[in-house]
Every structure is written in structure tokens, then in C-alpha cells.
Nanobody
Framework: QVQLVESGGGLVQAGRSLRLSCAAS????????MGWYRQAPGKQRELVAA???????KYAESVKGRFSISRDNAKNTGYLQMNSLKPEDTAVYYC?????????????WGQGIQVTVSS
């Protein structure tokens, strides 16, 4: 059973940066695609960014140029670097892993972490 634990969220002013981390248990992290999703109050969960095996990435249009997804397989950890944050980025952020070539991984989920951007 894989467990994912997010960290690095919190309250930040607009224009500032945060880096989210997703630590995975187990030794097969490098075999999974990884993604970050978010869900704002009253809205559906949406994909923010994903990285598949081989390193190709996908981003939501709303975060392109501001967010960057990466992974360190040696540490079984994934990251989401969020720059130039906006109030509309406020949401609960979830990491997930799944099949190696999917840009929408959803086999295992973290518990979520709150990110709040104040104006």
C-alpha cells in the first residue's frame, strides 16, 4: 500500500511563492506518474500539473509559467513549486500517483493540504 503525505502549504500573500512536497512511502515511487490537483470551495477538483515517467509534464493553463512540477525519485518525493501566487490559487491541493504514462494519475492520493493566498 502506498501512502502519500503533502507538506508545505499555508497562508501566503499574493505574488509570493510556496513549494509543496509529496512524500511517498514504499520503494516504487519511480514507477508511477505523479500529479497535483486542487479543489477550491464549491468547485470541482482539477488537475494542476502532472509528470509522467520519462519526465514529460502537463500544466493547467491557469498555472503555466508560474508553477513547476518535479520529482526526486531517490527521495521518493514530488514537488510543486508555485510562484507569483494569486488569490484564485486558493484551494486544497492533493498529490496523486498512478499509471506510468497517464497525465491524470489517480490510483493513490494524499490527504490534501490547504493553500490560501491573500490579496
Amino acid at each position: 500500500q502506498v501512502q502519500l503525505v503533502e507538506s508545505g502549504g499555508g497562508l501566503v500573500q499574493a505574488g509570493r511563492s510556496l513549494r509543496l512536497s509529496c512524500a511517498a512511502s514504499g520503494s516504487f515511487f519511480n514507477r508511477y506518474a505523479m500529479g497535483w490537483y486542487r479543489q477550491a470551495p464549491g468547485k470541482q477538483r482539477e488537475l494542476v500539473a502532472a509528470i509522467i515517467i520519462g519526465g514529460s509534464t502537463k500544466y493547467a493553463e491557469s498555472v503555466k509559467g508560474r508553477f513547476s512540477i518535479s520529482r526526486d525519485n531517490a527521495k521518493n518525493t514530488g514537488y510543486l513549486q508555485m510562484n507569483s501566487l494569486k488569490p484564485e490559487d486558493t484551494a486544497v491541493y492533493y498529490c496523486a500517483i498512478g499509471r506510468p504514462s497517464t497525465y491524470y494519475p489517480d490510483d493513490y492520493w494524499g490527504q490534501g493540504i490547504q493553500v490560501t493566498v491573500s490579496s
